[in-house]
């Protein structure tokens, strides 16, 4: 079975703070995924990374950065958390090749007060 | 216009009901589709890939309708433990084989 875990299922965080959101899998994936998913809005891609050290911008990258130091890990980085930016955020991963699905960690939820 | 879109429901059904759900997709060249579920607070779930031949899982059947750019879920013989979300999502090709695109969710409660 895949395992996705990301590192925290709550956090709480103050306006103006840096925040990592960390993302581990321990299938040997190639492409990693973040997204945030709010009411209404459905899952939207922040930013994905097809291999290590290789990144690219999806729908909605403004405020985030990521990290993909190693192949089983990668961290989203809020630079200055905003309350806008307050959502349950999903990591996924999958292998590189084919149609393969993705499977996702058990989410974040994130409140910027 | 969205990639992905589906209706939001909800649809309430009685248990042991059939109820299905479309998926419209906008890119025609897409080559990948699937079904999540979804429950309350918790993160997607895969349920089934949607291969172009369709396919069944037990009570739950997928078709693609290449031509009309569709696909659906049936669910046959619906059980209280089927109450979730059930999200489509097509994956791109070319340029964008590495985006996935997800409808915003059906809503499914099936009452006792």
């Known amino acids: 079975d895949v395992k996705v875990t990301q590192s925290s299922r709550y956090l709480v965080k103050r306006t103006g703070e840096k925040v990592f959101l960390e993302c581990v899998q321990d299938?040997?994936?190639?492409?990693m995924f973040w997204y945030r998913q709010d009411p209404g809005l459905g899952l939207r891609l922040i930013y994905f990374s097809y291999d290590v050290k290789m990144k690219e911008k999806g729908d909605i990258p403004e405020g985030y950065s990521v990290s993909r130091e190693k192949k089983e890990r990668f961290s989203l980085i809020l630079e200055s958390a905003s309350t806008n930016q307050t959502s349950m955020y999903l990591c996924a991963s999958r292998p590189g090749q084919g149609g393969q699905p993705q499977h996702f960690g058990d989410g974040t939820r994130l409140s910027i007060l | 216009r969205k990639e992905v879109e589906q209706d939001p429901g909800p649809f309430n059904v009685p248990e042991g009901a059939t109820v299905a759900f479309n998926c419209t997709y906008s890119?025609?060249?897409?080559?990948?589709f699937f079904w999540y579920r979804q429950d309350c607070r918790k993160e997607p779930k895969l349920l089934m890939s949607?291969?172009?031949s369709g396919n069944e899982d037990g009570r739950f059947t997928a078709q693609l309708n290449r031509a009309s750019q569709y696909i659906s879920l049936l669910i046959r013989d619906s059980k209280l433990s089927d109450s979730a979300t059930y999200l489509c999502v097509v994956r791109g090709e070319g340029n964008t084989g590495n985006q996935f695109y997800f409808g915003t969710g059906t809503s499914l409660t099936v009452i006792p």
């Open positions: 890119n025609s060249a897409s080559q990948s």
């Open positions: 949607v291969y172009s």
């Open positions: 299938m040997d994936h190639e492409n």
